[in-house]
């Protein structure tokens, strides 16, 4: 069975549990970094399958600006979630594209989502 690379770049880091209780991380090979200029080149050396951005619990720097500039200078083709509270105010639904990434509210409908492109490129 092949497993599915997934990035986490989070501005405040949670262990692996928090983030099994929403992904099956036997399916997946995992790495969470923190959000800083070495997290986005290990995020892109990595290769990922998926990558989220993970802003939800931080009033800290602008994780989605930085990995935009970052982004912008290398090719990356596949599914990007930017998890912020402010995605809901700021969109229908709280869901909308901007470029490659996906901004999105912490919800089930995300998460199933997530899960869907996770079993999806598993088989």
């Known amino acids: 069975?092949?497993?599915t690379k997934m990035a986490i770049i989070s501005s405040e880091l949670k262990d692996d549990s928090f983030w099994n209780a929403y992904f099956d991380l036997k399916k997946v090979i995992f790495k969470n970094f923190d959000s800083s200029p070495k997290s986005f080149d290990a995020t892109m050396d990595m290769c990922p399958d998926i990558v989220i951005l993970d802003e939800y619990?931080?009033?800290?720097?602008?994780?989605?600006r930085l990995f935009l500039e970052r982004i912008n200078n290398f090719e990356m083709d596949v599914p990007i979630y930017h998890f912020s509270p402010g995605n809901s105010c700021a969109h229908h639904k709280g869901e909308t594209s901007s470029g490659p990434i996906r901004r999105v509210v912490f919800s089930e409908d995300?998460?199933?989502?997530?899960?869907?492109l996770v079993v999806s490129s598993t088989k």
Not at 58 to 63: A, I, P, V
């Open 1 to 3: 069975m092949k497993r």
């Open 57 to 64: 619990y931080s009033q800290k720097q602008d994780l989605y």
């Open 110 to 116: 995300a998460l199933e989502e997530i899960n869907e």
